[in-house]
């Protein structure tokens, strides 16, 4: 128990007050017991899958303002979708705390970079990011592109860049990234899978 | 998974090992105990820790980690022995009545044919003979002693529960028990579904345990059937999707696979994998292989791919070697390579040996990071105390941190474990000026397109030639990229048996893979996903849940793959003669009167294919049936072999005790350094195995609020009995270190892990969950897999996370 | 609102009797420990709907997080591993309010409407009206309330009234994901819990149970345990829950007795409490108070 017996027996004193005035009529009338209003009444809901596990539940967002032009949706709650046939609108406990996973204050909100032998990001813009990213590729390919091997076999193979794939990202990104990263001859590339 | 999650509700027994799907998969859990329910489903686990799915278990079995082999060794010798195998099911439905070469063998350890020099077997005995007329020989009679059927009695009879419970540590009369429970879905009115996760397969020879389980469940008749199945519960939200989509080192979309560099001519890669059939009357579906590969080049390269230049395969890189992740960080660890890219993952977090992993990325010239959190491999270069102890000074990596959207803030499909591709959408804008992935792939790519069209370079024939044809170049739609990998047509497709009748006009989307040609009148991004997205409008987003059959398939809920076809394999669910072995679990059916397969699930099957022809259920196989003995395409034996992990508590395979080069897989690959990098159970003496909690997903939710409130610190887990021991009382912190390193937690002490006794000596476990790193709001700690061992499966390079040696001290 | 509109049956510290006439449909929520894996699922979805959030704690050797009830955390899971004939068991109960028919947090606070029993059984804190005298802690059976440091108010779950007030399940019963805790009319909920007794008792477990105890008048919480015959084996579940026995004397006797001698000055001795909180009281009653505390143990 974590009322000090002290507390206790100040309660006492306080309870005898009380309850004694209202039971002689003096009922507050101001303030009766209501329940917190339901905080979803007008939200948008959208149809959304958890981003966790395989088990792929259907989950439902529910959104601030109804779409308007100067509504700006913000995510304020996420639940389960009652009609996925997998989980019922049940979620696990990371499921069911997505909305602070979208809210996360480690979400990553700019490019940046780091310099060689430095100790802090610097931001930049996403020109300015692609730009150098797509030299440095290019560079690197165009130094290190074997294009035919020892036997002199055509092998169009570019080992000296790798690239990992994400493990949830949709089956679009992950589509347009295989189409890129195969093209440009990279071997070097695999998804969460392999571990 | 053969089966899908609603499914579980199907099943009289469910057996999870390699997995604790209670704890990483607690939604797709609930149709366990809806099974259990509804069904008085009884449901066995079998695991080194009784764990959150144990707790709700009819039957408990402890076992060693790493042992599994053995166990399910031992189920299959008890199966075998008892008679409790489905025999009219094995007899039509696998390759057990097949004779196998003279030249297989196996002694002391080793199949026929191994170099011990190489690591690697000569394994072209492992084969089956053939007949004149170019099949396989069999004999159905099952006497000839090189039938699979004898030979696999022969290697499983060593495998007795006296040699499970020396190797594994579990108690006889449990082994026995649980032997016993799985062996109750022998007859065709019961159903055993098997669940399993990482726990199979973060081994050294991982994919032989699942080989081992598979074989159990074609013993046991319950492939193909609904409640059944081997069953992968994924660990990753999209990982089905990505690794379907071939995002692996050796693939390409649909498991078509990349040439290597001696398949020079065209021809020859597509006849390998486009096997004529083994045996009469199969079809051997991969013969379609053509079709498949010729209408992924039309996709990726439209009028660039021509007939003539071999539907451009020039353009393909061509494989010398793997490589796999172990084997890019080993290069990387070498310093022979020079950039990488990490989309939505965290490599210092996730890879075995986190010092070899932190050492490999500084000697890169560029690092560029694609994700919606901060992640730790974004600042391996930063120091972080004793969690990531290095110098920035002297680390000369040029690091880029792009930010992409999260699930919440785009549009798109991705496939659970049940082959679902489930269209979800975008609910807000994303923080700041993050992107989504397709628009940075684009932001990269345009730039180097544009880069090799005005100043030139090393081949830039596939990049100028690459399509892109989306609307907005910078910005793909998700409905376009799902078009394109549905596939379309560019000509007029005529009905095959009705020439006059043109099906599909040119220009226009498909309805399945059926359609495709390899002539190059038909383009398609990923063979398997053809049907998602058709003229019909956008099948992943169907939200129809009925379920007529009241069997959880519920075919108008978004899309599955291969054509939509819940259960793979389903034809096994009819006997031979096409009727359903249980009339109370009905998949699919022979209707004699419509001449073709009908039920509740899309036939896995040739539609009108009558049973007296005899072909298999097990299509995909040039066989036609499902194999006992897996010819050559395992790496380390055609039958599974227990073999100890390369950390060992005991320091020998009991199996082959005189021949110390079988102790751990022979066949598995070990650069040099790593081997050395081993640590022996003198100075290590406990055997650790890392895993999840059900509180936290991976990396990602030590960024999440309500997760870290609910699991907040680092710890690990020890038995009471250790704990002892080691005067180590709940809550103290302990250092847990392996040869590679080491890490602090908070020590949990706990009666669910108890000491094991193995070849005469006990063993403990220390339970390791993985969830911590040094960015999050949860407290920091530090990165699990700075003491995991850098070796990976025989076949599929995953790293033996499951099964490793650590030392437990007071901190 | 008026009381009748609210489905109001008890109002704590108020002796106007609510609207009688309705009769609305009691609910009551089932616990059935038999399917729970303690994944917190309920947990979290309880700080998601409530918007909650507790301090990120510690780890101090057990699964229990956060360790105890809180303002923030109006429920927690508590692990028991226990060994019994059947061997090693995990013993996970989800703890929290039990909603009880006859509350005694209620019949304790001192708080003109601080604690409210909804005709359909849900016990709820208006925290607007709580003095934050603790009272109600003393006054329940199970330890359930926590007074915030923050506000000195005491929370505890509302079973979800504002969504069952919507015609919705509470956060916690519809995140379940093995199907654990369910929702329903109470008598429903008996009626599913004999259905999962006969099954556990098909399995094995010869003493399984409802817990719906008596000694509150029943509970809206309800749970079915595999081993109904010993409850303190999950984390020390009452076996038999009572109201205090300080409370009992106080409402019973104490309470009229004192009403009939103190009305001339009760007047005055609100006035005193809002200016300057509630009194010291006498040596004496603290005494006999703790006598009684003591004989509780």
Redo the contacts between chains.
């Keep these: ?3 000090s ?1 002290r ?18 009529g ?3 009338t101001a ?9 979803l009444a007008r939200s ?1 809901e ?13 989950i439902i ?1 529910y ?1 601030l303002g109804d779409r308007a032009k100067n509504a ?4 304020i ?4 979708d ?21 809210h ?16 802090e ?1 610097k931001r930049v813009g ?1 020109d300015e ?10 560079e ?3 130094a ?2 074997v ?1 035919k ?1 020892a ?1 002199g ?43 | 998974m053969t089966n899908h999650w609603s499914d579980i509700k199907n099943a009289d027994v469910v057996l999870i090992m390699g997995g604790n799907a209670a704890e990483a998969h607690p939604c797709g859990f609930k149709w366990v105990t809806e099974a259990k329910a509804t069904n008085k489903a009884r449901l066995v686990v079998v695991d080194p820790r009784f764990t959150r799915s144990a707790a709700l278990a009819d039957l408990y079995a402890p076992i060693r980690t790493g042992t599994d082999i053995a166990f399910l060794g031992g189920v299959i010798h008890y199966l075998i022995s008892t008679n409790k195998v489905h025999l009219d099911y094995i007899k039509s439905y696998t390759d057990m009545s097949y004779l196998v070469k003279d030249e297989f063998a196996f002694e002391d350890g080793f199949f026929s044919g191994y170099d011990a020099e190489k690591r690697k077997y000569d394994k072209s005995g492992w084969d089956y003979q053939l007949g004149d007329d170019g099949f396989v020989k069999t004999d159905p009679t099952l006497e000839n002693p090189r039938c699979v059927w004898n030979l696999m009695k022969a290697h499983f009879s060593r495998y007795t529960p006296e040699v499970v419970e020396n190797i594994c540590g579990t108690p006889k009369d449990k082994f026995l028990q649980v032997a016993e429970m799985l062996g109750s879905t022998h007859t065709p009115n019961r159903v055993m579904t098997i669940l399993y996760a990482l726990g199979w397969t973060q081994h050294s020879v991982g994919s032989q345990i699942i080989r081992t389980a598979a074989m159990v469940q074609l013993l046991l008749g319950n492939i193909g059937r609904a409640g059944g199945g081997v069953n992968a519960l994924r660990g990753h939200s999209n990982i089905q999707g990505l690794t379907d989509l071939g995002l692996l080192s050796n693939l390409l979309p649909g498991y078509m696979t990349l040439p290597g560099e001696k398949e020079t001519d065209y021809a020859q890669y597509i006849a390998k994998r486009a096997p004529k059939p083994m045996r009469p009357g199969q079809l051997s579906y991969w013969q379609n292989y053509g079709k498949f590969h010729v209408s992924l080049m039309k996709a990726w390269y439209g009028a660039a791919a021509t007939r003539e230049n071999n539907w451009a395969f020039d353009y393909l890189p061509k494989l010398d070697k793997s490589y796999d992740v172990l084997q890019v960080f080993e290069l990387m660890h070498q310093g022979k390579m020079n950039g990488y890219v990490a989309q939505g993952f965290n490599p210092l977090n996730s890879f075995p040996n986190k010092a070899k992993v932190g050492a490999a990325l500084a000697k890169l010239k560029f690092l560029v990071i694609i994700d919606p959190l901060a992640t730790e491999t974004s600042e391996f270069w930063q120091n972080h105390g004793e969690f990531n102890d290095v110098d920035p000074a002297k680390i000369a990596t040029t690091v880029f941190r792009l930010p992409s959207t999260c699930f919440a803030e785009e549009d798109g499909a991705i496939i659970n474990s049940g082959r679902w591709l489930q269209w979800h959408w975008k609910g807000a804008e994303p923080p700041g000026e993050a992107k989504t992935d397709p628009e940075i792939m684009a932001g990269i790519f345009l730039r180097l397109r544009e880069m090799y069209k005005k100043d030139g370079g090393a081949f830039p024939d596939p990049i100028l030639n690459l399509t892109w044809a989306y609307k907005v170049p910078s910005e793909p739609s998700p409905e376009e990229l799902a078009k394109e990998y549905n596939g379309k047509t560019f000509a007029d497709q005529l009905d095959p048996k009705d020439p006059t009748k043109v099906i599909k006009k040119a220009g226009e989307l498909l309805d399945g893979f059926a359609q495709l040609k390899d002539d190059g009148s038909t383009a398609c991004g990923c063979w398997i996903f053809s049907g998602a997205w058709t003229e019909k409008g956008n099948m992943m987003a169907r939200r129809d849940n009925a379920d007529p059959w009241h069997n959880g398939q519920t075919l108008g809920w978004a899309f599955a793959w291969p054509a939509n076809r819940r259960i793979l394999y389903n034809r096994a669910a009819a006997d031979p003669a096409g009727k359903p072995w249980d009339a109370r679990r009905k998949q699919v059916w022979w209707d004699a009167a419509q001449g073709k397969w009908v039920g509740s699930d899309v036939p896995d099957f040739k539609i009108d294919s009558a049973p007296e022809d005899g072909m298999g259920p097990f299509i995909m196989n040039p066989e036609g049936v499902a194999r006992f003995f897996a010819r050559g395409m395992m790496n380390e034996g055609p039958f599974p072999e227990h073999y100890e992990p390369f950390e060992t508590p005991i320091g020998v395979n009991p199996m082959h005790p005189k021949n110390p080069k079988a102790t751990s897989n022979p066949a598995a690959r070990v650069f040099k350094g790593d081997m050395e990098a081993f640590g022996t159970a003198k100075e290590f003496p406990y055997a650790a195995t890392t895993y999840r909690l059900t509180e936290h997903f991976h990396y990602w939710t030590k960024h999440v609020e309500s997760n870290a409130i609910i699991q907040p610190e680092q710890f690990v887990e020890i038995g009471e009995a250790l704990a002892k021991e080691k005067g180590i009382a709940a809550g103290d912190r302990v250092k847990v270190s392996s040869n590679r390193g080491y890490i602090k937690a908070v020590a949990v002490v706990t009666k669910r892990i108890q000491p094991l006794k193995v070849d005469g000596k006990t063993v403990h476990h220390v339970g390791i969950p993985l969830h911590w790193g040094f960015k999050g709001v949860a407290k920091n700690g530090f990165i699990t897999n700075t003491l995991t061992p850098f070796v990976g499966d025989g076949n599929t390079q995953t790293p033996e996370f499951k099964s490793f040696l650590v030392n437990v001290e007071k901190a | 609102m008026a009381l009748q509109s609210l489905d109001i049956a008890k109002r704590s510290a108020t002796t106007t009797e609510p609207p009688q006439a309705r009769k609305t449909l009691e609910v009551a929520k089932l616990i059935d420990v038999s399917k729970c894996i303690g994944c917190k699922a309920c947990q979290v979805a309880c700080m998601q709907w409530n918007d909650l959030r507790d301090e990120v704690g510690t780890c101090a050797g057990t699964y229990d997080n956060p360790r105890d009830m809180t303002d923030q955390s109006w429920t927690v899971m508590r692990y028991a591993e226990v060994e019994t004939d059947r061997g090693l068991e995990w013993l996970i109960r989800k703890d929290g309010c039990m909603h009880c028919e006859d509350p005694g947090c209620l019949k304790a606070c001192p708080a003109p409407g601080a604690i409210i029993k909804y005709t359909n059984g849900i016990v709820d804190f208006h925290q607007e009206n709580c003095i934050g005298c603790g009272y109600c802690i003393a006054g329940c059976p199970f330890n359930v309330p926590r007074i915030s440091k923050k506000d000195s108010k005491a929370y505890k779950c509302t079973l979800c009234s504002d969504r069952v007030a919507v015609g919705l399940e509470p956060a916690c019963v519809k995140v379940c994901p093995t199907g654990c805790i369910s929702f329903g009319s109470k008598a429903d909920m008996q009626d599913l819990a004999e259905e999962r007794v006969t099954e556990l008792k098909e399995r094995g477990f010869t003493n399984a149970g409802l817990y719906d105890p008596a000694g509150v008048g029943g509970t809206h919480v309800m749970y079915v345990l595999n081993h109904a015959d010993q409850p303190t084996l999950y984390s020390g579940l009452p076996a038999n829950p009572t109201i205090a026995p300080t409370v009992t004397l106080w409402k019973s006797i104490a309470k009229p007795l004192a009403m009939a001698g103190i009305a001339a000055a009760a007047l005055g001795g609100l006035f005193h409490y809002v200016m300057k909180g509630p009194n010291e009281v006498s040596k004496e009653v603290e005494a006999e108070v703790e006598k009684e505390l003591e004989a509780e143990k």
């Design positions: 128990m974590q009322l017996r507390q206790f027996f100040k309660v006492a004193a306080g309870g005898l007050t009380g309850s004694s005035l209202v039971a002689m003096f009922s507050p303030a009766l017991a209501e329940v917190r209003s339901f905080k948008t959208t149809r959304n899958t958890c981003p966790y596990c395989s088990v792929g539940c259907g967002m959104s700006h949706a913000e995510i709650h996420i639940e389960g009652p009609d996925h046939p997998v989980n019922r609108g049940t979620l696990c406990p990371k499921g069911a705390g997505l909305l602070d996973f979208v996360s204050k480690n979400r990553l909100r700019y490019p940046e970079v780091r310099e060689p032998g430095s100790k990001w996403w990011a692609f730009d150098r990213i797509a030299k440095l590729m290019k690197d390919r165009d290190n592109f294009a091997n036997d076999t055509t092998v169009n193979r570019w080992l000296t860049t790798g690239f990992l794939a994400a493990s949830a990202s949709s089956n679009e990104a992950g589509y347009i990234t295989h189409k890129v990263v195969r093209n440009l001859g990279m071997l070097a590339f695999d998804n969460q899978a392999r571990v």
